[in-house]
């Protein structure tokens, strides 16, 4: 328990959470652990009802698309992520229905303005990710609560490792950062890097007019 939320320890749960031990690092275990639990807390506070294993294994997955094992040379890395997430789900006999909402709340989690919108599992692994990386809503949650959180899962610096650990992911393929906020981390931290306009797309089609 951690902040009065429980954290799944079902064989699905913690075969998701050996995959994130393995691939990923401290910093990511805490940080989709806080996602996790913030999700969590929003969804309670706000009396949504959601499914705690799909909401938790959606935060383990979120950023694995960002670990060498799990990155694809040409996706963006929350497809990758989300693929990687329903491929374990398959091969655990995990229902479609149940798999598709995964694959949204992880492949949607960098998508302002439509993702909260969606299913709860879908809404809160957006509210998760925005209030520990952004600090969204940041006052939702008592400052008691949020103690008890960061103690059993530490920032450790989260603000100043997060944006570097993001380009370390996507470095190789920033053009799957088009259209995305993922796409100011490489404006910031890679050099010579000139993100595509949606303007000269169109201005610049190969239509003759």
């Given at each position: ?187 910031l931290l890679l050099p010579g890097f000139?993100?595509a306009n949606f303007c000269d797309c ?8």
């Open positions: 328990m951690v902040a009065d939320i429980k954290i799944p320890d079902s064989k699905l749960a913690l075969g998701a959470a050996e995959l994130l031990r393995e691939h990923g690092n401290d910093l990511l275990w805490n940080h989709s652990h806080r996602v996790y639990v913030f999700g969590a807390l929003q969804g309670r506070n706000a009396g949504i009802a959601f499914d705690p294993e799909l909401l938790y294994i959606s935060a383990l997955f979120h950023d694995l698309g960002l670990t060498k094992h799990y990155s694809s040379p040409d996706k963006r890395f929350e497809v990758d992520g989300a693929d990687a997430a329903k491929s374990y789900l398959q091969q655990h006999g995990v229902p479609n229905d149940s798999i598709r909402l995964v694959w949204d709340a992880i492949a949607l989690h960098t998508t302002i303005g439509i993702a909260q919108f969606k299913e709860p599992e879908v809404a809160l692994i957006y509210s998760g990710v925005g209030y520990d990386v952004m600090g969204e809503n940041f006052e939702s949650i008592a400052e008691e609560i949020r103690e008890k959180v960061v103690k059993a899962y530490p920032r450790d610096q989260f603000k100043s490792k997060i944006l570097p650990s993001f380009l370390d992911g996507f470095k190789h393929k920033p053009e799957t950062t088009f259209g995305n906020i993922k796409a100011d981390v490489c404006t000139k993100p169109v201005l610049h089609s190969p239509w003759n007019e």
